[in-house]
T-cell receptor
Framework: DGGITQSPKYLFRKEGQNVTLSCEQN?????MYWYRQDPGQGLRLIYY???????QKGDIAEGYSVSREKKESFPLTVTSAQKNPTAFYLC?????????????FGPGTRLLVL | GQNIDQPTEMTATEGAIVQINCTYQ??????LFWYQQHAGEAPTFLSY????GLEEKGRFSSFLSRSKGYSYLLLKELQMKDSASYLC????????????FGSGTKLNVKP
């Protein structure tokens, strides 16, 4: 089955610690995205990548970093510079057929600060 | 700037029809998406409108009026499993990778 996987489902971070969230897709999609969702709010874009070895900052990139060494993988690192990291993190990828466009989401990682 | 507005919460009865509205003000428009999100889960894609009019997919339909900056999601024959949040998102014309999300409408379906 094709899809997007994220791990872990829950992640705990200690003060001053960097943590990395995994995102893998086998859909052969070029574009991948990381969003953050806070309770009662919409999704906000952290980073996105159009192709391998290229990525761009979204609206709230401060305190985060990404890499895109393979088409299938787009890991997100939450650094110690991110002062309020507790949130639900969602990875997504896009598919387009003609004018029809679909965005697929992974199951998400919930990050909590200890 | 970008501004996407949806009602915060709605309640409807099983078997009924409900319409969830979304209004947007964006500096450029290149498509509107609707997603369903059950509590604690990831959003799932429902529909995509880029042209004016109604798109129908089974019990779900989505309408777009670009001149009015308005869309709605219509859910027919409501089922208990339709209780979820419904997110409206607008894609930027100037950066195809930027999607602006509303805060979502929490739909409660009661028996």
């Amino acid at each position: 089955d094709g899809g997007i996987t994220q791990s872990p489902k829950y992640l705990f971070r200690k003060e001053g610690q960097n943590v990395t969230l995994s995102c893998e897709q086998n859909l052969n999609h070029d574009a991948m995205y990381w969003y953050r969702q806070d309770p009662g709010q919409g999704l906000r874009l952290i980073y996105y990548s159009q192709i391998v070895n290229d990525f761009q900052k979204g609206d709230i990139a401060e305190g985060y970093s990404v890499s895109r060494e393979k088409k299938e993988s787009f890991p997100l690192t939450v650094t110690s510079a991110q002062k309020n990291p507790t949130a639900f993190y969602l990875c997504a990828s896009n598919a387009r057929q003609g004018y029809q466009e679909t965005q697929y989401f992974g199951p998400g990682t919930r990050l909590l600060v200890l | 700037g970008q501004n996407i507005d949806q009602p915060t919460e709605m309640t409807a009865t099983e078997g009924a029809i409900v319409q969830i509205n979304c209004t947007y003000q964006t500096s450029g428009f290149n498509g509107l998406f609707w997603y369903q999100q059950h509590a604690g889960e990831a959003p799932t894609f429902l529909s995509y409108n880029v042209l004016d009019g109604l798109e129908e997919k089974g019990r779900f339909s989505s309408f777009l009026s670009r001149s009015k900056g308005y869309s709605y999601l219509l859910l027919k024959e409501l089922q208990m499993k339709d209780s979820a949040s419904y997110l409206c998102a607008v894609r930027s014309l100037y950066n195809f990778n930027k999607f602006y999300f509303g805060s979502g409408t929490k739909l409660n379906v009661k028996p």
